[in-house]
């Protein structure tokens, strides 16, 4: 099944095939959800694909599960329950060597990690509790970073917990506070990166009266980052609409090719449609540490509103962004892709498509450029939830 045609100079760089199942247990009172802070609900490792989320299946309590499958695999056919007895949230993966899996998430107000081993789950260890939420994770050095916001004194603050790995075991290492400085408001959804043996940890933060995206790097050290910057900029005229400014939410980073790292998010500064999907580069060595940001979506998506921002990018420099979109009367996926440093047109992932609606997507690159992506997918609009997955050979070099 080919990605739809879209009026596009630009070559269709993925084909997808068949959207498959990731979950059989569904029905109408099981929700699912893929609501990790940057996005991460899918990884890749050499021969592994996992996925996890949260779902209401226990009861009607919130868990997170994890689905796998080889890549030779046609269905999913491992799943396992990764948290503990509370009331769980907003579940991170990345993979790392060896098709080992990190899992972190937000349970009971805390923050957990683990490990998944070709053998099993390792340990579940704490990272933090109490006011603790939207954990994310990457893999640096041999090192598990998790950047997650926890209250300090009056406000949520972004910290940064470095871990080490031993067989299954996940050994706490160092944390810190990624802003100097005491915060001044509320900094939520934190999600990182590691670029050229740099850590960079973006975040949503409401120091001015309404929500930015504001970003910082380290400076070699485990607990030492550059004053943070804002990466959302205001419009050129500030329209009365927006009172103190406009609003941003959920910033996701993909580092790709040599030196580079984007950032995405949604955008409200056209305030009379809604959010739009915007993004900013990362400047290496500039003053300033991330560019002139970028609209992402093209001129049909502007009467629409786009939501739910996921990044992907890869060593050779693919880039591309996924998320989802009404402009045909109901939410479906969307994608554009970077070629040349401009955004392409916007074509629909046909195997997320059609009535009711697709949304939440996550997305990720393995080793061979191709293309992994998981989403919600309902039947009718508001009706029961299925979580699927689908796979898209890279076609264009």
Same mark, same amino acid.
Do not use: M, V
């Given at each position: 099944m080919l990605l739809s045609i879209a009026t596009s100079i630009h070559a269709q760089p993925w084909e997808f095939t068949s959207a498959i199942d990731v979950t059989k247990v569904a029905g109408k009172d099981v929700f699912h959800h893929v609501e990790s802070s940057g996005r991460r609900n899918i990884a890749v490792s050499k021969s592994v694909i996992a996925v996890t989320w949260e779902d209401n %299946? =226990?009861?009607? +309590?919130? %868990?997170i599960f994890l689905a796998s499958k !080889?890549? +030779?695999e046609k269905n999913f056919t491992r799943? #396992?329950? #990764? @948290?503990?007895?509370?009331? !769980?949230?907003e579940p991170s993966i990345i993979a790392l060597d060896n098709d080992k899996f990190a899992v972190t998430w937000e349970e009971d107000a805390g923050i957990y990690a683990r490990l998944v081993t070709p053998s099993g789950p390792g340990p579940i260890l704490t990272i933090a509790r109490d006011d603790a939420f939207q954990a994310s994770l990457v893999w640096q050095n041999q090192q $598990? $970073?998790?950047?997650? @916001?926890?209250? =300090?004194s009056k406000y949520q603050r972004i910290w940064l917990q470095r871990l080490g790995v031993d067989g299954k075991n996940l050994i706490r290492l160092s944390d810190c506070p990624v802003d100097p400085e005491q915060a001044k408001d509320q900094q939520l959804y934190p999600t990182l990166i590691s670029q050229q043996g740099l850590v960079i940890v973006a975040w949503e933060d409401r120091r001015p009266g309404r929500t930015i995206i504001m970003a910082a790097k380290n400076l070699q050290k485990p607990c030492s980052f550059t004053l943070p910057q804002q990466i @959302? @900029? !205001?419009p050129a005229a500030r329209s009365s609409p927006y009172g103190k400014g406009h609003g941003v939410a959920r910033v996701a980073l993909a580092q790709f090719g040599i030196n580079k790292v984007m950032a995405t998010w949604a955008d409200k500064r056209d305030f009379r449609e809604g959010y739009d999907i915007y993004a900013a580069a990362f400047q290496p060595g500039a003053k300033t540490l991330f560019g002139v940001n970028m609209k992402v979506q093209d001129s049909f998506g502007e009467v629409a509103q786009q939501w739910h921002a996921s990044i992907a990018g890869h060593d050779s420099g693919y880039l591309v962004t996924a998320w989802d979109d009404n402009r045909d009367g109901n939410a479906n996926i969307m994608l554009s892709w970077l070629e040349n440093n401009t955004w392409s047109e916007d074509i629909e992932a046909e195997v997320a498509t059609g009535e009711g609606e697709q949304t939440h997507p996550s997305i990720t690159l393995d080793s061979n450029g191709d293309l992994h992506m998981v989403w919600i997918d309902r039947l009718s609009i508001g009706g029961p939830t299925q979580l699927k997955y689908a796979f898209a050979k890279r076609v264009v070099n």
């Open positions: %299946r =226990d009861n009607d +309590t919130p %868990r !080889a890549h +030779t799943e #396992i329950t #990764i @948290s503990g007895k509370g009331e !769980a949230f $598990l $970073l998790i950047a997650y @916001s926890k209250k =300090d @959302s @900029s !205001a």
